[in-house]
T-cell receptor
Framework: DAGVIQSPRHEVTEMGQEVTLRCKPI?????LFWYRQTMMRGLELLIY????????DSGMPEDRFSAKMPNASFSTLKIQPSEPRDSAVYFC????????????FGSGTRLTVV | SQELEQSPQSLIVQEGKNLTINCTSS?????LYWYKQKYGEGLIFLMM?????EEKSHEKITAKLDEKKQQSSLHITASQPSHAGIYLC???????????FGTGTSLTVIP
């Protein structure tokens, strides 16, 4: 298995543009998590899905952020419109059995909004 | 929500020295994970502890979970520059469906 795959690795966009981050979890994992990492706030949980259903999105900063998981092998995190304060590294992670056997993280997407 | 406090926040050690990073939880831990992250890279899973008093080792890194399951320590013996990075502890909620991260410890190892 190639692990959790995130794309793109790096994204530079202008303020106001729409940004879409993608994640392919490990096959067989039934939970998927989106995290944001900044220097100021460390690692924050944004939203997580269990069996493709969003369970807790209380970490999503505001309505500009949305996440979907149309099937077990794909998820997106969208920011529209993007703002400079959204600049961060966004991580996706997947797990099996609600994390009791560990979590696997993707390599992250470094987003820069100018 | 669960809170995980790590100490120290940052650590600079000379190569070859031993060091310890602590992770303290506000609630009983049902699964404690240690991760390492290098800048700009993904998180690397180090080990997981579940039982009170459990201790695990991987190469020169040893992690322990105390008997009360509210504190864990990560110990590195004879540190090397390759150990440098950010160490994060993480915990599963008692319902098993949420995951929380500690505040992180930045480790620098000077050759």
């Amino acid at each position: 298995d190639a692990g959790v795959i995130q794309s793109p690795r790096h994204e530079v966009t202008e303020m106001g543009q729409e940004v879409t981050l993608r994640c392919k979890p490990i096959s067989g994992h039934n939970s998927l998590f989106w995290y944001r990492q900044t220097m100021m706030r460390g690692l924050e949980l944004l939203i997580y899905f269990n069996n493709n259903v969003p369970i807790d999105d209380s970490g999503m900063p505001e309505d500009r952020f949305s996440a979907k998981m149309p099937n077990a092998s794909f998820s997106t995190l969208k920011i529209q419109p993007s703002e400079p304060r959204d600049s961060a590294v966004y991580f996706c992670a997947s797990s099996f059995s609600q994390g009791h056997y560990g979590y696997t993280f993707g390599s992250g997407t470094r987003l820069t909004v100018v | 929500s669960q809170e995980l406090e790590q100490s120290p926040q940052s650590l600079i050690v000379q190569e070859g020295k031993n060091l310890t990073i602590n992770c303290t939880s506000s609630k009983t831990l049902y699964g404690l994970y240690w991760y390492k992250q290098k800048y700009g890279e993904g998180l690397i899973f180090l080990m997981m502890l579940q039982k009170g008093g459990e201790e695990k080792s991987h190469e020169k890194i040893t992690a322990k979970l105390d008997e009360k399951k509210q504190q864990s320590s990560l110990h590195i013996t004879a540190s090397q520059p390759s150990h440098a990075g950010i160490y994060l502890c993480g915990a599963v909620s008692n319902t098993g469906n949420q995951f929380y991260f500690g505040t992180g410890t930045s480790l620098t190892v000077i050759p």
